[in-house]
């Protein structure tokens, strides 16, 4: 017979201080479940940069897109018709995207935890393909503070869909930095609505 050993919070911060990760763990736990339970989602979406960019410019860069985005899916006048916002979470992350990095952290990017909208087809393929090609148009349109140099290149910026029962398992990947100490809920996800982020 299999015996399955049950370890009680006090027994698992224990062990999660044994590993290495101390309390972080218990706050990777918090962020995947409050994450799960703004779920169900429908689209998991990328957005990277071709430069080096602080938080800060990031989430401006972000929530541009995200107004630019939903004007392209519900239309230029959505708000005054009455159309509800599409919504979803962004979680930033930072990673390094050049080997000479000047950033101790790297640069921010983003996944995007997109729901369902009515004004998407109900078949995935083509509203997969309209929520790409909508956030690609509103990435291409996003510019370096010297307004010469384009933020996102054709490979910044990826989408796939996510199956019924699926939302878990993106959870668990775009909450894997809650690891790290010092992570911070408010400077880390981002609510999208009407407003951008």
Not at 77 to 89: A, Y
Not at 133 to 148: G, I, S, V
Not at 168 to 195: C, I, N
Request: a positive charge; hydrophobic letters at 40%; proline letters at 3%.
């Amino acid at each position: 017979m299999l015996m399955i050993k049950q370890f009680d919070d006090e027994q698992r911060d224990d062990e999660a201080s044994w590993a290495g990760h101390l309390s972080t763990w218990h706050d990777y736990v918090q962020v995947r479940k409050l994450l799960e339970s703004y779920g169900p989602y429908r689209f998991f979406l990328t957005l990277s940069f071709n430069y080096e960019l602080s938080d800060h410019e990031g989430q401006e860069a972000l929530a541009k897109l995200w107004r630019r985005l939903m004007k392209k899916v519900l239309g230029k006048r959505w708000i005054s018709k009455g159309v509800k916002p599409m919504t979803g979470v962004a979680v930033l992350e930072k990673a390094q995207i050049f080997a000479q990095s000047t950033r101790e952290f790297g640069s921010c990017h983003f996944h995007l935890l997109v729901h369902h909208h009515p004004h998407l087809s109900e078949d995935d393929l083509i509203a997969s393909i309209t929520l790409l090609l909508a956030f690609a148009d509103a990435a291409k349109q996003l510019t370096h503070k010297n307004r010469r140099w384009q933020l996102v290149s054709k490979h910044g910026v990826s989408l796939k869909i996510i199956g019924p029962g699926e939302s878990p398992s993106f959870v668990k990947y775009v909450a894997k930095e809650a690891l790290r100490h010092g992570w911070k809920w408010d400077e880390r996800v981002f609510y999208l609505g009407k407003d951008g982020i």
